[in-house]
């Protein structure tokens, strides 16, 4: 490993390998199959532990007592392909025994017989829906396949679907298929109006009429309570004791800040002008402090904060435009090219006289010119920007499990590391009108609850209309 991991998560990669190293056994001795999950708050450092399995997995490792497992595949797996990428960045980010090779990233033209011993292979659930090459021909009844008699014509003369290699893989007695499936939380609602991708999800692991369920399932996530119960209610599958990192020791470490400072308003409206200048205000308060800090400590590296401004599924880019003009009011030295957004469409939007570009979201935290980003859902799961410090959230929000994914984001040090007696630069804040607030105030104490009195959550909340 590159990094040195820390005490706790050296303990959760034990854990985790000793699950892996029994499931695997099992299913080779019995055929029986297992899952468990991995869950530590947001800013734990999971990708890290997952590369530190990675490396004992294919290699081995005398620190975890763990001999190699030559027959290793992996598979992991997200709804998102950006996502996706951004795992695989920071596998080969934390990792000195995974080459680039060694991490697959499963495309349209992919194809083998069987997948290769020794990999990662990233696949998300748009490359197994019903309009993919991939899995185009696998169902016998599919009108969109051309035949030749009673012989199937697939796509690009392709040999095998994904489905196929999946197959393959799992009969394969030299190999054990292991499936990590990152956000495992998003795939596991209940059934009714699931739709396809949470079918997706579910026949992936249960496996689906020649295609067996595969042997071994790793669920990682900041909020592991659906899969948990998907998995216990399973049949024919085996649960492992779950690993839990204790949120405790997570924050004694510093990746986490200490305070939230959460502004809960009552009766406002969209785009409401003063909170928009108040999360303005914020970030020019927060931006000033890690100048002066940066000026304190004699660093070349200044913390350039940014802002989310976090908007309905389907807003009016006219008032979107608007707020930004708030936003450049409040703080006339902050340049128009600085803002970006990470909508769906992925093309640059207008709103109202501004012309925004499109960034994808793994590039956010490296893209120091971005002081202002607008997101709908984007930035909800699986998004990494320590430097994102403020957030002014126009959407609704009950569920506690989306709750906790949202504020998980803000949480995390831009330093990896505690400010010492800089109250300022240990916090974070959050301006979330539409929220439920008993709801936001739980999920903050439950992610910084760590026994101490520095350790604390503060909670601002307005009960009528702010005004100036």
């Known amino acids: 490993m590159k990094f040195t991991?820390?005490?706790?998560?050296?303990?959760?990669?034990?854990?985790?390998?000793?699950?892996?190293?029994?499931?695997?056994?099992?299913?080779?001795?019995?055929?029986?199959?297992?899952?468990?999950?991995?869950?530590?708050?947001?800013?734990?450092?999971?990708?890290?532990?997952?590369?530190?399995?990675?490396?004992?997995?294919?290699?081995?490792?005398?620190?975890?007592?763990i001999e190699p497992d030559p027959g290793a595949v992996v598979i992991w797996f997200s709804d998102d392909p950006s996502l996706n990428e951004q795992s695989r960045f920071r596998l080969l980010e934390a990792s000195d025994?995974?080459?680039?090779?060694d991490l697959v990233v499963v495309q349209s033209t992919f194809q083998r017989e069987v997948l290769e011993p020794g990999k990662v292979y990233?696949?998300?659930?748009?490359?197994?829906?019903?309009?993919?090459?991939?899995?185009?021909?696998?169902?016998?009844?599919?009108?969109?396949?051309e035949k030749d008699g009673q012989i199937r014509l697939m796509p690009d003369s392709r040999s095998f679907t994904i489905w196929d290699t999946i197959q393959n893989t799992i009969d394969d007695p030299a190999?054990?298929?292991?499936?990590?499936?990152?956000?495992?939380?998003?795939?596991?609602?209940?059934?009714?109006?699931?739709?396809?991708k949470t079918t997706i999800v579910k026949r992936l692991i249960n496996g689906s009429?020649?295609?067996?369920g595969i042997p071994v399932v790793w669920g990682i996530s900041a909020t592991v309570e659906r899969f948990n119960a998907a998995m216990t209610d399973m049949m024919g599958r085996?649960?492992?004791?779950?690993?839990?990192?204790?949120?405790?020791?997570?924050?004694?470490?510093?990746?986490?800040k200490d305070t939230i400072i959460l502004d809960v308003p009552k009766e406002v409206g969209q785009f409401d002008t003063v909170l928009v200048r108040r999360g303005t205000d914020k970030l020019k308060e927060i931006s000033s402090a890690w100048e002066a800090y940066a000026q304190q400590q004699d660093d070349a590296g200044t913390v350039l904060p940014l802002m989310v401004l976090q908007v309905p599924n389907a807003p009016d880019h006219n008032d979107i435009g608007r707020a930004l003009d708030t936003i450049f009011t409040q703080w006339p030295d902050l340049p128009e090219d600085a803002v970006a957004h990470v909508f769906g469409e992925h093309s640059t939007q207008t709103f109202g006289r501004y012309t925004v570009p499109y960034i994808s979201p793994e590039r956010v935290q490296e893209?120091?010119?971005?002081?202002?980003?607008?997101?709908?859902?984007?930035?909800?799961?699986?998004?990494d920007c320590p430097r994102a410090e403020v957030m002014v959230s126009f959407r609704p929000a009950r569920d506690k499990t989306h709750i906790t994914q949202l504020l998980g984001r803000m949480v995390r040090t831009p330093l990896a590391r505690r400010i010492p007696g800089n109250e300022r630069l240990n916090s974070v804040d959050c301006l979330l009108p539409f929220f439920d607030e008993a709801s936001v105030k739980e999920v903050a104490k439950a992610l910084m609850s760590g026994g101490m009195a520095a350790k604390t959550c503060r909670v601002a909340a307005f009960w009528s209309t702010p005004s100036n």
């Open 5 to 65: 991991l820390k005490d706790y998560q050296e303990e959760a990669v034990r854990e985790v390998l000793v699950n892996l190293k029994k499931a695997s056994r099992r299913w080779r001795e019995d055929g029986d199959k297992h899952a468990f999950s991995l869950t530590a708050t947001t800013g734990a450092g999971k990708t890290v532990m997952a590369a530190a399995v990675f490396e004992a997995l294919f290699h081995g490792d005398d620190n975890y007592d």
């Open 97 to 101: 025994r995974l080459s680039i090779s």
């Open 122 to 145: 990233f696949l998300n659930t748009q490359k197994l829906s019903k309009s993919s090459l991939l899995v185009r021909g696998h169902d016998p009844d599919d009108e969109g396949i």
């Open 175 to 196: 190999l054990t298929l292991y499936l990590v499936l990152d956000e495992a939380h998003r795939g596991m609602r209940a059934a009714t109006g699931a739709g396809e």
């Open 209 to 212: 009429g020649p295609v067996p």
């Open 238 to 256: 085996a649960t492992l004791p779950n690993v839990v990192v204790d949120s405790a020791k997570v924050q004694a470490s510093g990746l986490l």
């Open 367 to 383: 893209s120091a010119w971005v002081r202002i980003l607008i997101a709908k859902d984007a930035i909800s799961t699986g998004w």
